[in-house]
């Protein structure tokens, strides 16, 4: 056990009083300023400022600090006013500089008029006239061949009921349908090549100039130019005469009227009209899509309308109305001008991100931490610090071009949006991934930073009581729906702060508005727990860190290893069990991580599932293997459920916080039982015990050492008939106490008042375990029965 000196040395409870003393003297003697020279004066300084910083870490520093200058320096010029259209000027505007900007509505203009000169797109498919005529070609073809050979059969002309019979056979054998008066027609007839080539001619002419379905479209079309694409050379031609094109009504009209004049037989006309109607079908379509395609292609293309502004030009004077011309002159003369002494803002940014970043590694060298290195947790935070300005940065942009484009007066001023800026998020990220102290600052040094890039000290007050709400609602992490309340609590303070703020202003918003303003602040809470909940798996992965959500995921009882070991060694598992429960209630009461103590104890002995029959909580009913082995082979099967476990944690991916107290619980402790018997074995009785001792390393952690304590104390309570309180509180006593006594909490920070409440806790624990139960009358439990004669209990 170690004691933390105001020095940061370490002395060992294991010595005397007067030598402690003693060296508590020579400490302080050590500490006592003495003379120095200049030189020495300078080098202690150097000293002093460098703090353990190696060139490298200073490198990385001064890269942070570069990184967060180039965030706070403003970019954007704030000399000309914002204004909306119809609003009155209050001062003249003048150009500093030549340039052109866009007329969006005259470009706009220009674009219709480009879009209403693009040819409408007609389509003639030329291989619909082919396919007619091959209908008929075939349908004539079918037919003769079936009257050829009817009337092979018959020898002469065909009667009323071979007609019939071959109208039927012609239907089963065409693909396409025939009206059956145009059918009769075509049989009496024999299928004459004569009336064959009259319908060829009629459907020829009539698809001579192309039909259309309607001629509504190329009313709609004028006095648009219409193009005809040949679909099956690609060859697009302008229509001059648009009235050439017929629609299909009018064709089959002139089809009617040409079969009056063809000599056919009036008692076929119909008929045949009415077949030439089924197969006339239009073979020019309007292509909506391509004429739509070129519109926007042509006014895609145009050359934007641009106002030419020379410089000195006075673009708006003092009591005019603004336009939508000159708000546009406006708004591009702000984007003309280039913010001033660029440079300087970013040496001043540079030297005081230094400064805040130099605190942040003082403090995380006075304050070690035993998981990460100070260079490690440093990147870590500088890194959560740099995203999180970047957030910042980015959101107060999106919110200035939602206020330049918005027409609402609340929307039109930035200043309403701005408590929906995720500020938060970076507390929480900060909370989960290193401690609550580093958070702490980390969230005053946001703060500030925020405070400097807005202007606006309300809010970096605001940003403070945010992030403080996260530290708050995130700091002890048991549950999933912590990130959920943390962020329900973020936004609701953010809430409070912002009315508070308004009520402190000298000119409050009215009171609509405050009510408008509640909606972005309470989602800022929100978005940051949103998006510190999409960053923290990355940053664990990155910097290899493991946090209580990852221990909550890991205690899930359902997880398929531990499932596993219940199954396979059950005494084992519940040795876990009851072992995490000792460890979760230890580390409760010395202020140690619960969930990191109770995953350790579910995980510790893992590997016994592989040989569980050589464990003693696992042999039920059956002898002991090590009674049958040497105390040296029993000591190598003992000593690889450390080694062993670590190998298996490595396989299932057990994140290094957890699998050190594999190897750390314990110790180098002593494997009394078989120390013991290998002396008595040994002829001379001289045996090397620390060839009977665990390999380590010593616990580094409280969490290890409590792991290692409740480890002992759960073993040695089973080892009790009827445990006693006074007999319970013995074991517990003499565990601990022998732990102690051995050297191996001599590494960790357990205090002798935390090994206290240790006790205390595992008796209180132990004492629930092994509780008095009154008896079930009638029953004897400690006399053997017949299985028949004792009833179930439920």
Partial sequence: M???????????????????????????????????SPRGLLSHLRSELACQMTWRDFGCGLVVAGILALLLVQLEYTGIRRYAAGDIAREDVKASTDFTVEDPAATQVKAREAAEDVPWVFDYDPSLSAGVERQIRDLFGQGRALVLETKRSSGRRLSPSQRTKLAVQLREQLSYP???????????????????????????????????????????????????????????????EVSAIKEVSQVRAAVRDQLYDSGIPPSDRRSLQLYLEQILIPNITFNRAETRAREQAAARNIDPVVIQVKKRKVIVREGDEITPRILIQLKALREHERPRNTGVQFMGFFLLA????????????????????TRSRFLLVSLILVLNLAVVRFFLLLIGIVAGGSTHPFLQVPEHLYPAVPFAFGAILATLLTTVHVALLFSLILSLLAGVLTGQISLAVYSLVGSFAALYGIHHYKERSTMVKAGLLVGSLNVVIMVT???????????????????????????????????????????????????????????????????????????????????????KAIGANPILARVGAYYHDIVKMLKPEYYVENQIYVSNKHEQLSPGLSRLVILNHVKGGLQMAREIGLPPRVSDMISQHHGTRSMTYFYQKARELASDGEVNETDFRYPGPKPQTREAAILML?????????????????????????????????????????????????????????????????????????????????????
């Fill in 710 to 794: 409740a480890d002992g104390v759960e073993a040695a309570s089973r080892s009790l008939i009827k445990p006693t309180p006074a007999q319970l509180e013995g074991v517990v006593h003499k565990i601990t106490t022998a732990v102690m006594s051995d050297g191996q909490l001599d590494e960790c920070d357990i205090t002798l008042l935390d090994l206290d409440l240790i006790r205390k806790s595992f008796f209180k624990v132990l004492m629930g375990i092994f509780h008095h139960r009154v008896g079930y009358p009638g029953y004897d439990f400690t006399k053997a029965e017949k299985a028949d004669q004792v009833s179930p209990i439920h």
């Fill in 354 to 373: 230094a400064i805040f970043l130099h605190f942040l590694w003082r403090y995380l060298v006075l304050y070690p931490s035993r998981q990460a290195s």
């Fill in 178 to 240: 025939v009206p059956e008066p145009a059918l009769q027609v075509f049989i009496v007839h024999e299928f004459a090549h004569e009336l064959e080539e009259q319908l060829l001619h009629l459907m020829r002419r009539a698809y001579e100039a192309g039909i259309l379905s309607s001629r509504d479209l190329l009313a709609q079309a004028r006095p648009r130019v219409v193009l005809l694409r040949n679909l099956a050379s690609g060859e697009e031609k302008r229509v001059e």
């Fill in 2 to 36: 170690r004691v933390q000196t105001q020095f940061g040395r370490a002395l060992t409870v294991s010595q005397s009083p007067s030598r402690l003393f003693r060296r508590h003297e020579e400490l302080i003697e050590e500490a006592r300023p003495v003379g120095r």
């Fill in 501 to 587: 703020m308004e009520l402190l202003s000298l000119q409050p918003s009215p009171a609509s508005f405050l009510a408008w303003k509640m909606v972005p602040a309470f989602s800022g809470g929100i978005i940051a727990v949103m998006i510190a909940s999409l960053l923290l798996p990355l940053l664990e992965s990155l910097f290899h860190l493991t946090t209580d959500i990852r221990l909550l995921e890991l205690s899930n009882l359902d997880a398929p290893i531990l499932r596993r070991l219940a199954v396979e060694a059950p005494g084992t598992y519940h040795h876990s069990i009851v072992v995490g429960t000792l460890a979760e209630s230890a580390a």
